[in-house]
């Protein structure tokens, strides 16, 4: 029996190890990409280069995703840097028949009721996008310079609970590294550990 467990633990270390190493890493190029929108229109990573792009993971039935959002304070965050010319695409990798699975249309309303500010929700059933970036939680965030490199990727800010009333005293890495780098500041927090639900991949 504890041989058993001996060997189940070095394979979840092991497998969590080649995990952490396939992940994109900071200051490396971030995985370019082609997904549609809700509305239909292609966007790919390529098309913003020369500008700062967040990505944003996203499942709306995840109560650490309606934390940010039932609050606004994604919304809030969405609207000041798109305002400032970054470009903010907020992907839904949940598979058909899972949670936080959208269509199109559910995609559209779900924008709309939510007043949301990025730039645009892409579709990702298949997973594909997530596994590229080795999201596993929603929300899971990455920040790519003009130059298409990884300058943070992961929590969305320090308090990995689904509190709103947590929001004001926690530290938002996201809007700390774009600040940082838009100042022509190194990062001072480049990389953390993403907290959330768990990405509804298709299995």
Not at 41 to 51: F, N
Request: net charge neutral; with cysteine.
């Amino acid at each position: 029996m504890k041989t058993k467990l001996l060997f189940l633990t070095l394979t979840a270390l092991c497998t969590g190890a080649l995990f952490a190493a396939d992940a994109p890493k900071v200051g490396a190029p971030a995985p370019v990409f082609s997904l549609p929108d809700a509305n239909g229109k292609t966007h790919s990573l390529g098309q913003y280069k020369g500008k700062y792009v967040v990505l944003e993971w996203f499942n709306p039935g995840c109560p650490f995703v309606q934390k940010h959002y039932k609050s606004d304070n994604m919304q809030a965050l969405q609207k000041q840097f798109t305002g400032k010319g970054v470009a903010w695409l907020t992907i839904d990798s949940s598979a058909p028949g899972a949670q936080g699975y959208l269509t199109a249309e559910e995609g559209k309303k779900q924008m709309s009721e939510w007043s949301m500010g990025s730039t645009a929700l892409l579709l990702d059933p298949e997973g594909k996008v997530g596994h590229e970036y080795h999201a596993n939680n929603t929300p899971h965030m990455v920040v790519v310079n003009p130059e298409g490199k990884v300058i943070y990727e992961g929590a969305i800010d320090s308090t990995p609970s689904i509190n709103p009333d947590d929001i004001k005293s926690s530290t938002n890495y996201v809007k700390v590294a774009l600040e940082e780098s838009m100042a022509g500041k190194p990062v001072s927090t480049a990389q953390t550990k993403a907290y959330g639900c768990s990405v509804k991949y298709a299995h």
